[in-house]
């Protein structure tokens, strides 16, 4: 019952969504059209940590090479969005396959950091390459299909790819590759001695991951018409791990309401103060000290409250 009341929740939401357009309010698209590209990179990375428990420091390597890729093919080769767009996700899931073949060799600590060495020499890849990714001065004047030039009409593209792309991340984290993922979480050996592949299990989680966060970073590229290197830098990771942190890391729907929340957050601080890293600083706290499961874990903590 709980599944299929969220399902309806979910359908309720997306049809809301789709008749934002009708608001006439361009600022209201495009700030929905950026929660909704967050929302998947953040859930994207909850493959890892909620899932499979590894936190991964270099998680916007893969967002920014979904982005670079498919900014690129659009631009510089003129392919269509058709091509472009999931060549984009599949260079990003190859991307992650590799770096994962050789991040999955470690746990915890080591895992972390060599994500985040990683993460850092995709960033330094793309600084130094100038002649095709615009190095610091970033990649812009990207090549947009007539037909998405229009803001409401990016949106309602946006709002399907992330649907179909939260939809499918639901289905593999709720099926039996899913389920497998969570007993090597909780006890690693003891999934090991019941015949579970661990590394193996933990490097397509990798590639899941990777290959999802992806879709986002091509979306972000097309919806910012280019891509910059500070998409690619670790600050991108750590600002996408704190809204899986806020939402709550055990919880699918979780990082889907860290990410929203966090980045309206953000928008509205800097309307009114510079002060906004010292913001995230105050929340990453109060999470970490307050509130470890996140804001899903206060409300099932409030709602136990209620009914006792």
């Known amino acids: 019952m709980p599944s299929r009341n969220l399902g309806i929740a979910a359908i309720v939401i997306v049809l809301a969504l789709a008749l934002l357009p009708l608001s006439g309010s361009r600022y209201a698209l495009d700030l929905s059209t950026q929660v909704l590209i967050y929302c998947l990179f953040a859930l994207s990375l909850n493959v890892l940590i909620g899932y499979i428990g590894n936190v991964s420091f270099g998680h916007a390597a893969y967002f920014a090479i979904g982005g670079y890729s498919c900014v690129i093919l659009l631009t510089t080769y003129q392919w269509p969005l058709m091509l472009a767009l999931p060549a984009a996700i599949v260079v990003s899931g190859l991307a992650a396959a590799a770096i994962g073949y050789f991040c999955v060799r470690l746990t915890e600590i080591y895992f972390a950091m060599l994500t985040l060495a990683f993460a850092m020499l995709v960033w330094g890849v793309a600084f130094k390459w100038k002649d095709v990714t615009g190095g610091?001065?970033?990649?812009?004047?990207?090549?947009?299909?007539?037909l998405l030039e229009d803001h409401a009409n990016f949106f309602w593209f946006t709002l399907v790819s992330v649907s179909v792309g939260v939809a499918l991340l639901w289905m593999i984290c709720h099926s039996a590759f899913g389920l497998t993922l969570v007993a090597i979480r909780e006890n690693a050996v003891r999934a090991g001695f019941v015949g579970v592949d661990t590394r193996k299990m933990r490097w397509a989680a990798f590639t899941v991951a990777g290959t999802f966060a992806g879709l986002a970073g091509a979306l972000f590229g097309m919806y910012n018409r280019g891509m910059y290197i500070e998409n690619a830098f670790w600050t991108e990771s750590a600002q996408v791990l704190i809204m899986v942190l806020l939402g709550g890391i055990h919880s699918f729907i979780g990082p889907l309401i860290g990410a929203a929340v966090l980045y309206l957050l953000q928008i509205v601080t800097n309307q009114y103060t510079p002060y906004w890293p010292t913001v995230l600083g105050t929340i990453l706290l109060i999470v970490v000290l307050v509130l470890p499961d996140g804001l899903t874990g206060l409300a099932k903590r409030f709602?136990?409250?209620?009914?006792?």
């Open 303 to 308: 709602r136990i409250f209620s009914g006792s």
């Open 136 to 146: 610091d001065d970033g990649f812009t004047g990207v090549l947009m299909p007539k």
